[in-house]
């Protein structure tokens, strides 16, 4: 079975501009969980998404915000990049409230 | 207030020796899960453990087990006979129900683990 998996794995933008990552789950996986990971730091919850809704979303400003595709693949979006943004973006999935939580290896964001 | 709290920032062991690393917890929901991951400096989190509230034994998984004291609300990961892969950012993380909809991972700071040999 296909583990997550996120692209892409580095991603190099300036301040002020959009970026894009993505997410697809373990096959059978209907809910996918995004992470902000700043260095030095632990996992900050982001988005939560299943069935193709934004279920919950953590404290995060509403530049952070995604969707989730028939496919229950997803896609982080954050606009007007910040410094602080930079971080590693980690995306999970789990089926619905079931099991454990397997995570892909990530997005580096690094915003200059 | 901190749901999942990790109190040492670092660890160093040598291989083969035993180490514990401490988590506690704090929740009022009676449901809940506990679970260890490992994070290699690849970035990627690797499942360790996973403990549920209603367990009545402690888990194990192969070198790790995981020392659940239900009333003092901790949950500590224990790893026998350290190898020098196990180096890593550990961290412990509990399920909680975040609304009516479902649940999320609250993780801790995490831990350094630094295996010598």
């Known amino acids: 079975e296909a583990g997550v998996t996120q692209s892409p794995t580095h991603l190099i933008k300036t301040r002020g501009q959009q970026a894009t990552l993505r997410c697809s789950p373990i096959?059978?996986?209907?809910?996918v969980y995004w992470y902000q990971q700043a260095l030095g730091l632990g996992l900050q919850f982001l988005l939560w998404?299943?069935?193709?809704?934004?279920?919950n979303r953590g404290n995060f400003p509403p530049r952070f915000s995604g969707r989730q595709f028939p496919n229950y693949s997803s896609e982080l979006n954050v606009n007007a990049l910040e410094l602080e943004d930079s971080a590693l973006y980690l995306c999970a999935s789990i089926r619905w409230n079931q099991g454990g939580y397997t995570f892909g290896s990530g997005t580096r964001l690094t915003v200059v | 207030a901190q749901k999942i709290t990790q109190t040492q920032p670092g660890m160093f062991v040598q291989e083969k020796e035993a180490v514990t690393l401490d988590c506690t917890y704090d929740?009022?929901?009676?449901?809940?899960?506990l679970f260890w991951y490992k994070q290699p400096s690849s970035g990627e989190m690797i499942f360790l453990i996973y403990?549920?509230?209603?367990?009545?034994q402690n888990a194990t998984e192969g070198r790790y087990s995981l020392n659940f004291q239900k009333a003092r609300k901790s949950a500590n990961l224990v790893i026998s006979a350290s190898q020098l892969g196990d180096s890593a950012m550990y961290f412990c993380?509990?399920?909680?129900?975040?609304?009516?909809?479902?649940?999320?991972?609250?993780f801790g700071k995490g831990t350094t683990l630094s295996v010598s040999s």
């Open positions: 929740t009022s929901d009676p449901s809940y899960g």
């Open positions: 403990q549920g509230s209603y367990d009545q």
């Open positions: 998404y299943d069935e193709g809704e934004e279920r």
């Open positions: 096959s059978g996986h209907t809910s």
């Open positions: 993380a509990m399920r909680e129900l975040i609304n009516q909809a479902g649940t999320a991972l609250i």
